[in-house]
């Protein structure tokens, strides 16, 4: 229908391949086509043999989930040493928003706290305005090996002892995961609209799309949309213009910015 708000236009979502389903029936539903490039994969790290024998000794008064992805691959550690969750469940459980907060719930360690913003330093702010935090605080941060390191230096700023363990890898996907964009590139199909979901998605689509990937983020005619404002800063720290961001990091909140970012 030519009245949906994103009719004629063509979105490339650059988020993992599970994350791009959703994500993609939300801007298909909005009336747009949608170009698939997945920018990222995630796979679980097993920590150092230390690392281990201390997770299954440790006793925190606080696990911080600052992403989606750091529950199930948490999780899946947790299992994998045997470590009942019932250890955790006596934990003050804190998520950064409602996706990671639903994700946490499903995998049996629903959230004690959520914070109003999805950002890691958000979250440390918020519990220490609660007074969530006290002297004795002992806070474990599952992460990304490309974790950025606002979170832990927010809980030294606030006093409390932080311990961030990493337990999955975000790396850039194969090339092959860029061919239908060259493709539409070589086409003169060119997508008008792209969406950026982390700092590491910027970083993963110019590394999977060299020149023309450059060339795509400078071109007046596209709109650059994000979830966030990290996630905007990083953008705009390479000299690229952001259209709009979303009002909130939901796959709603998401493709409505796709929409409004053509608005006049």
Known sequence: M???????????????????????????????????????????????????????????????????????????????????FDRWQGCCIAAVGPKTAA??????????????????????????????FEAESSVLVPQSTLARPETIAA???????????????TATESPKASEKFHQAIASGKTPDTILFASPSA????????????ETFLGNPKVRVVTIGPTTTQAIEQKGYTVHKQAREPSIDGLAAACAQAWLR
Do not use: W
Request: one cysteine or more; proline letters at 6%.
């Open 103 to 132: 994700t946490a719930h499903e995998y049996g360690l629903p959230p004690d706290f959520v914070a109003r913003e999805a950002r890691g330093e958000s979250l440390v702010r918020e519990l220490a305005a609660a007074c969530q």
């Open 155 to 169: 809980l030294d700023a606030v006093g409390v002892t932080a311990t961030p363990l990493v337990v999955y890898e």
């Open 202 to 213: 910027v970083d993963g689509f110019l590394t999977l799309t060299d020149k023309q990937g």
């Open 2 to 84: 030519q009245d949906q708000p994103l009719s004629g236009h063509q979105v490339v979502l650059t988020r993992s391949r599970e994350q791009n389903v959703g994500l993609g029936a939300a801007i298909r539903a909005l009336g747009g086509e949608v170009l698939l490039l997945p920018t990222l994969r995630y796979a679980p790290v097993t920590p150092s043999p230390e690392e281990c024998d201390a997770l299954t000794r440790m006793r925190c008064s606080h696990i911080l989930f600052t992403s989606q992805n750091s529950v199930p691959f948490f999780c899946g550690l947790s299992t994998q040493l045997h470590i009942s």
